[in-house]
């Protein structure tokens, strides 16, 4: 008989050992997949940052143009590689007298206000739209004929009479969605 106890101590003891091990078994499951979440949550928002990013700088680029078209919008394209590239599109919104702080007596100003709309992708997923506006600061009265595109002078030296000043942020705004 006291083979009997010893054996079926071992038979208990086989089960609970086996017990156990399924439950880390299932431990083990639960926490890999929680892993792999995470892990695409991380890739995600990193690939979303870097699409902000490129819209961004869309938005630079399209701010250091040399010349606005008034008549028609412009648009331009970036890719650092196939995957990763950026869109953008400027075009004027309307015309305005210059906004309290801006006024010069000297020579009449009008203010001219653009908008630029940048697409940001980065990845399969990743696409973020960034909407910027800026203004133009130009000589001339706010009612009068515009013509089909307006110089930025960026150096006073060498201006044209009828150029503008450089870019004025106005607003920035994000689309999320």
Same mark, same amino acid.
């Given at each position: 008989?006291?083979?009997?106890?010893?054996?079926?101590?071992?038979?208990?003891?086989?089960?609970?050992?086996?017990?156990?091990?399924?439950?880390?078994?299932?431990?083990?499951?639960?926490?890999?997949?929680?892993?792999?979440?995470?892990?695409?949550?991380? %890739?995600?928002?990193?690939?979303?940052?870097?699409?902000?990013?490129?819209?961004?700088?869309?938005?630079?680029?399209?701010?250091?143009?040399? %010349? @606005? %078209?008034?008549?028609?919008?412009?648009?331009?394209?970036?890719?650092?590689?196939?995957?990763?590239?950026?869109?953008?599109?400027?075009?004027?919104?309307?015309?305005?007298?210059?906004?309290?702080?801006?006024?010069?007596?000297?020579?009449?100003?009008?203010?001219?206000? @653009?908008?630029?709309?940048?697409?940001?992708?980065?990845?399969?997923?990743? %696409?973020?739209?960034?909407?910027?506006?800026?203004?133009?600061?130009?000589?001339?009265?706010?009612?009068?004929?515009?013509?089909?595109?307006?110089?930025?002078?960026?150096?006073?030296?060498?201006?044209?009479?009828?150029?503008?000043?450089?870019?004025?942020?106005?607003?920035?705004?994000?689309?999320?969605?």
């Amino acid at each position: 008989m006291p083979g009997r106890n010893e054996s079926s101590e071992r038979g208990v003891v086989l089960a609970v050992v086996l017990m156990v091990l399924a439950a880390l078994s299932l431990l083990a499951v639960a926490g890999k997949g929680d892993v792999a979440l995470q892990w695409l949550q991380v %890739r995600n928002a990193r690939e979303y940052a870097e699409a902000v990013r490129l819209a961004e700088t869309g938005v630079g680029m399209a701010l250091s143009a040399e %010349r @606005f %078209r008034l008549d028609a919008p412009q648009s331009g394209r970036y890719c650092r590689i196939a995957s990763r590239c950026v869109e953008w599109t400027v075009r004027h919104v309307e015309t305005t007298k210059p906004p309290a702080g801006f006024e010069e007596t000297d020579a009449p100003k009008r203010a001219l206000h @653009f908008e630029v709309g940048a697409l940001g992708t980065a990845g399969p997923r990743a %696409r973020a739209p960034v909407v910027v506006g800026f203004m133009l600061m130009a000589r001339g009265e706010p009612d009068a004929e515009l013509p089909e595109e307006i110089e930025v002078c960026r150096k006073e030296d060498d201006c044209p009479e009828d150029s503008a000043e450089p870019p004025v942020r106005r607003y920035r705004r994000e689309d999320i969605g």
